[in-house]
């Protein structure tokens, strides 16, 4: 699902992926990007133990010579081995999510079909390799997508824009636990994310405090609630 929007992607990168393969609809796919440091792996481990238990669910990530963030995954033991495929990119983090998408689209069709016959995905988490604030997901790849960045980054970022900041459909403002150590005014930060992405939502979260990964989950919930209404 795609909220109404504005946007600057190239004409290529506005194409919607099928929504279903071979006669069934296909799992929901959320993409996660944003800088490097910003919490993007912490935020997906989060979301992971937040809906295991009530969904089928699998995570791809993206490192250019490593597969550090899925050996935490796996270390963090988030979710079983099998539901983890790693792509290593070789190249800029945002040539694998939005320019050349084939290696993502394989492991995660890969994902989709180890499960088909005994638990069907209901939600794909792809994760980007750490990126600046241009980094965006072609719609090839994902149905949705969420920009991480961090109070310790500057409470000067969402007014700075980016595609990142202003077009994903979800912003997330991560560490707030850290903003009176960093002298981040979060006020400052809401208004100037309400002023670039207008009714677009945006989530403040601190994955040490007590709701955690809460809200974002909730949004996740929202997403594929609408993903599996019957269509017309």
Request: aromatic content about 4%; overall charge negative.
């Amino acid at each position: 699902m795609h909220l109404d929007h504005s946007s600057d992607f190239p004409h290529r990168h506005t194409h919607s992926a099928p929504a279903v393969r071979d006669g069934v609809r296909r799992a929901l796919r959320i993409g996660l990007g944003g800088p490097v440091g910003s919490g993007k792996t912490a935020t997906v481990a989060a979301l992971c133990r937040e809906l295991r238990a009530e969904l089928s669910l699998a995570v791809v990530t993206n490192d250019i010579y490593t597969r550090e963030d899925a050996e935490f995954l796996l270390r963090e033991a988030v979710l079983p081995p099998e539901r983890i495929s790693a792509v290593e990119t070789g190249a800029c983090p945002h040539t694998a999510i939005r320019d050349d998408i084939s290696a993502n689209l394989e492991a995660v069709e890969e994902l989709e079909d180890a499960f088909r016959e005994t638990h069907p995905l209901d939600l794909v988490l792809v994760e980007s390799g750490g990126d600046n604030l241009t980094a965006t997901f072609s719609r090839g790849l994902v149905d949705a997508q969420v920009f991480v960045i961090d109070v310790a980054g500057g409470d000067d970022i969402p007014r700075k824009g980016g595609p990142g900041v202003t077009t994903a459909d979800l912003l997330v403002v991560n560490k707030t636990d850290l903003a009176p150590y960093v002298g981040s005014d979060l006020a400052r930060m809401a208004r100037d994310a309400k002023e670039q992405r207008g009714d677009l939502p945006v989530v403040f979260q601190s994955l040490r405090g007590e709701e955690g990964v809460a809200e974002v989950g909730a949004w996740v919930r929202a997403r594929l609630a609408d993903w599996k209404a019957p269509r017309p």
